[in-house]
């Protein structure tokens, strides 16, 4: 790998709390660093404290005037506005700091990288994808992943990559950079005719100028890992390849999962692994290994999510876990602790088999369509040919 991993964390995180029974709750980030601390995997890694991104970095994608009501929010106590106040995003004490940090997590990953200090760098408090230039959506308040791909591109990266792989679109990011063609961004979801934010189809390929940069992939409700990966096998590494990104941007959410209550794909943690596999694979193909990751959506908190983000840890530091590794019981005591009813797991895996067949030009299984519904949108646009499923 040439130079050490970056892992971005601080208990401080925990402070984008969205409060109550809200689904975004910040525990599944605090079990995370517990387990992949128990097993190991965070061993002889010193974990980089973020400081709070400042309101300049902050409006490299989001207004003035959003930043300045975010930051009075708290105080004003009438309607702010700006989506701020909504069941999905509820005001919260301290809401522009808790939210400018997990900024200031990626842009430390991100310069970490730019400066050759780290190949790869992870922070799984970040991949708030759907907070838009004006106003805060979908749980996110400010747009981490678009303000550090901003800052890549002043830093050094001609051509930055973005892979979203959350069940939600991607829609914050591919609006912020939908006309910039040093911008590629690609998103897997689950089919907006079926779940919010109802956009993410194959048909928005980018602005003026930047036609072919913005990539959709709407997967059909009940996806498992094998149809995922053969879909995302047919359009992403062909893209990336036609592309030539100087760095690769992923948001790992983990809402994908068969168990998570906000949607209805049918993937499971031994998917999730091989996800992230895969993408430390392309970036070793593609961009000379230069790899920020991002956490994201994933809300069932302790069955899945710290697993699958342990995992992601343990890939980005090259230390991967065996899925039939045993949880440790001293952080299986701790979630019982918390949740006295709760069913765990006892392995790092579910034993689900995520190999898959390589689309090959025809159409057999559902998630085909899918595969030559986008294939056939973007491929043109970067000199591929739709059809020959070498391209």
Request: proline share 8%; net charge negative.
């Amino acid at each position: 790998m040439g130079t050490p991993a970056a892992v971005v964390w601080d208990p401080a995180l925990l402070a984008y709390d969205l409060g109550g029974d809200h689904p975004f709750n910040p525990v599944r980030l605090e079990l995370t660093i517990a387990l992949a601390t128990q097993l190991g995997v965070l061993d002889g890694v010193e974990l980089l404290r973020p400081e709070p991104a400042s309101d300049e970095e902050i409006e490299r994608i989001h207004e003035v005037s959003y930043v300045s009501a975010v930051r009075e929010a708290p105080m004003v106590g009438w309607d702010v506005g700006h989506g701020l106040g909504t069941p999905d995003n509820p005001v919260f004490s301290q809401m522009h700091e808790a939210s400018s940090l997990v900024v200031g997590a990626s842009l430390q990953a991100a310069a970490k990288i730019a400066s050759g200090a780290a190949n790869r760098a992870v922070n799984i408090a970040g991949g708030l994808h759907h907070a838009m230039r004006d106003h805060a959506a979908g749980f996110c308040v400010y747009n981490d992943c678009a303000v550090a791909i901003s800052w890549l591109l002043d830093n050094g990266a001609e051509r930055v990559a973005y892979i979203d792989v959350d069940v939600h679109h991607g829609d914050g990011v591919q609006a912020a950079f939908y006309n910039d063609p040093r911008v590629l961004t690609i998103s897997l979801h689950q089919n907006p005719m079926t779940l919010w934010p109802g956009t993410g189809r194959v048909t928005e390929l980018g602005g003026p100028g930047a036609e072919g940069t913005s990539v959709n992939i709407p997967l059909p409700p009940h996806t498992r890992d094998p149809a995922w990966l053969r879909a995302f096998h047919a359009v992403v590494p062909s893209l990336l390849g036609a592309f030539r990104p100087d760095v690769l941007v992923t948001q790992c959410g983990v809402d994908t999962h068969e168990e998570d209550p906000l949607a209805d794909l049918w993937l499971s943690v031994d998917g999730h692994r091989e996800i992230y596999r895969v993408l430390r694979g392309l970036a070793e193909q593609y961009v000379g290994g230069k790899w920020l990751a991002m956490g994201g959506g994933g809300y069932q908190l302790l069955r899945v999510v710290p697993r699958s983000w342990t995992h992601l840890i343990a890939t980005v530091l090259d230390r991967d876990v065996d899925p039939e590794t045993p949880l440790p019981i001293e952080w299986v005591n701790d979630v019982l602790r918390r949740a006295p009813g709760a069913e765990l797991p006892r392995t790092m895996g579910e034993g689900m088999d995520t190999g898959f067949v390589p689309w090959d030009g025809t159409a057999q299984q559902p998630v085909d369509s899918v595969i030559r519904d986008a294939r056939g949108a973007v491929f043109p646009l970067h000199g591929l040919d739709p059809d020959d499923p070498r391209d």
